[in-house]
């Protein structure tokens, strides 16, 4: 009841905080995490100051102001609630990496949810060696590269833990090709050339596509750019109502169609049939990034699966003309079972596949936390398939 009072009196802005043994950091990130702990046992801490915890709050602002107030209100809050564990999947707040040095007992465990380059690597290293307990990794590549900075025995490679979570083997739409679209507030030009290339080749083919969109609501610029540029042989457009939306609607579509991201490597990992396509090769560093709504180009030849990717043009492309992009398309959509799997096991940087996160679970029931956990995941160790 006082919470609820409190959200009223303060818009949602300050709650009351409760004890619980595991702390899920940054509910905008983790908030997958969630689904693998009973609700009693955990609570989110709001990193990106979407609200705050009030007795943390007004300790931090009398003790020490404004000054490094994110570190002093985050560390307030771990002296008020005291909890065991903290998990986290935003790997970039620095706080994390200092819990341990005022707090040695909590655990801290990270799960990797981005793709990481060079930057990341040499941003880690600055942190403290033993910051961190446990960090779940995308694959072998990343613990190779963690390994030179933490202890090499808490680093488990487990693949991506949400594609893990959603994957489901189902019946594919065979006459459908499914977009997953980049846009935030502007296009890229990537996003436009693909749009316009894609809807003439599935004019000529005879086949529709559907776009997953990474926001809650369709922009109306959105859908005024695909009006105003005839894009006709689209059928529906699927908002993202929440972190599940991009992996359960993937499981449907007999072929994905992405720019270079994170899903695109996720997706590849358990044998999804994926047609990347980006425009690296075709701009110098500058260019590409103001057509690109600032992306870096660099992390299009950081990735080690475009380095892998071969032949050229099979599954990916560097080039977008409309040459590379139907012959790219073809070859995926095209090609049968057996030489799709063949060409996916060569790619000896690709993210593991786990599914149903076994070895995460286990993981988690042996350092002493299954009784946390939902009575799905706690009655007995999941068995290795």
């Given at each position: 009841?006082?919470?609820?009072?409190?959200?009223?009196?303060?818009?949602?802005?300050?709650?009351?905080?409760?004890?619980?043994?595991?702390?899920?950091?940054?509910?905008?990130?983790?908030?997958?995490?969630?689904?693998?702990?009973?609700?009693?046992?955990?609570?989110?801490?709001?990193?990106?100051?979407?609200?705050?915890?009030?007795?943390?709050?007004?300790?931090?602002?009398?003790?020490?102001?404004?000054?490094?107030?994110?570190?002093?209100?985050?560390?307030?809050?771990?002296?008020?609630?005291?909890?065991?564990?903290?998990?986290?999947?935003?790997?970039?707040?620095?706080?994390?990496?200092?819990?341990?040095?005022?707090?040695?007992?909590?655990?801290?465990?990270?799960?990797?949810?981005?793709?990481?380059?060079?930057?990341?690597?040499?941003?880690?290293?600055s942190y403290p060696s033993?910051?961190?307990?446990?960090?779940?990794?995308?694959?072998?590549?990343?613990?190779?590269?963690?390994?030179?900075?933490?202890?090499?025995?808490?680093?488990?490679?487990?693949g991506s833990i949400k594609?893990?979570?959603?994957?489901?083997?189902?019946?594919?739409?065979?006459?459908?090709?499914?977009?997953?679209?980049?846009?935030?507030?502007?296009?890229?030009?990537?996003?436009?050339?693909?749009?316009?290339?894609?809807?003439?080749?599935?004019?000529?083919?005879?086949?529709?596509?559907?776009?997953?969109?990474?926001?809650?609501?369709?922009?109306?610029?959105?859908?005024?750019?695909?009006?105003?540029?005839?894009?006709?042989?689209?059928?529906?457009?699927?908002?993202?109502?929440?972190?599940?939306?991009?992996?359960?609607?993937?499981?449907?579509?007999?072929?994905?169609?992405?720019?270079?991201?994170?899903?695109?490597?996720?997706?590849?990992?358990?044998?999804?049939?994926?047609?990347?396509?980006?425009?690296?090769?075709?701009?110098?560093?500058?260019?590409?990034?103001?057509?690109?709504?600032?992306?870096?180009?660099?992390?299009?030849?950081?990735?080690?699966?475009?380095?892998?990717?071969?032949?050229?043009?099979?599954?990916?492309?560097?080039?977008?003309?409309?040459?590379?992009?139907?012959?790219?398309?073809?070859?995926?959509?095209?090609?049968?079972?057996?030489?799709?799997?063949?060409?996916?096991?060569?790619?000896?940087?690709?993210?593991?596949?786990?599914?149903?996160?076994?070895?995460?679970?286990?993981?988690?029931?042996?350092?002493?936390?299954?009784?946390?956990?939902?009575?799905?995941?706690?009655?007995?160790?999941?068995?290795?398939?």
């Amino acid at each position: 009841m006082l919470n609820i009072i409190l959200n009223f009196l303060t818009f949602g802005k300050f709650y009351l905080g409760k004890k619980r043994d595991v702390l899920i950091f940054d509910a905008t990130t983790s908030n997958f995490l969630s689904l693998y702990f009973e609700d009693n046992e955990f609570s989110f801490f709001y990193s990106r100051k979407e609200k705050f915890e009030i007795i943390a709050f007004i300790i931090t602002l009398f003790k020490h102001g404004f000054k490094n107030f994110g570190q002093n209100y985050f560390f307030n809050y771990l002296k008020i609630y005291k909890p065991k564990f903290i998990f986290s999947m935003w790997i970039f707040n620095k706080n994390l990496y200092y819990v341990k040095n005022k707090f040695s007992n909590i655990k801290v465990i990270i799960v990797q949810g981005y793709r990481m380059f060079r930057d990341d690597y040499e941003l880690l290293s600055s942190y403290p060696s033993n910051c961190v307990d446990l960090f779940f990794t995308f694959r072998e590549k990343d613990r190779n590269n963690l390994k030179k900075k933490f202890n090499v025995n808490s680093i488990i490679p487990i693949g991506s833990i949400k594609n893990n979570h959603y994957y489901e083997n189902k019946d594919k739409f065979k006459n459908k090709l499914l977009f997953f679209s980049e846009y935030k507030f502007e296009f890229s030009h990537d996003e436009k050339i693909i749009l316009k290339t894609l809807d003439k080749y599935c004019g000529m083919n005879n086949l529709k596509f559907d776009i997953q969109h990474r926001h809650k609501d369709i922009p109306k610029n959105y859908l005024k750019y695909l009006k105003k540029n005839r894009i006709f042989n689209k059928d529906k457009i699927f908002k993202r109502n929440d972190y599940s939306s991009p992996y359960k609607n993937s499981n449907n579509y007999h072929t994905l169609v992405l720019t270079n991201s994170t899903l695109s490597d996720e997706f590849i990992s358990n044998y999804k049939r994926v047609v990347a396509l980006s425009s690296h090769e075709d701009f110098d560093d500058k260019k590409y990034s103001e057509l690109n709504c600032g992306k870096r180009r660099q992390i299009n030849f950081d990735n080690p699966m475009f380095k892998e990717m071969l032949p050229r043009n099979f599954s990916w492309t560097a080039n977008l003309n409309e040459k590379n992009i139907f012959a790219t398309l073809d070859n995926v959509i095209k090609c049968n079972k057996k030489k799709w799997i063949e060409h996916v096991d060569k790619y000896s940087n690709r993210f593991l596949y786990d599914k149903n996160n076994k070895i995460f679970i286990n993981k988690l029931i042996e350092i002493g936390i299954g009784s946390k956990l939902k009575n799905n995941f706690q009655v007995k160790k999941i068995e290795k398939q």
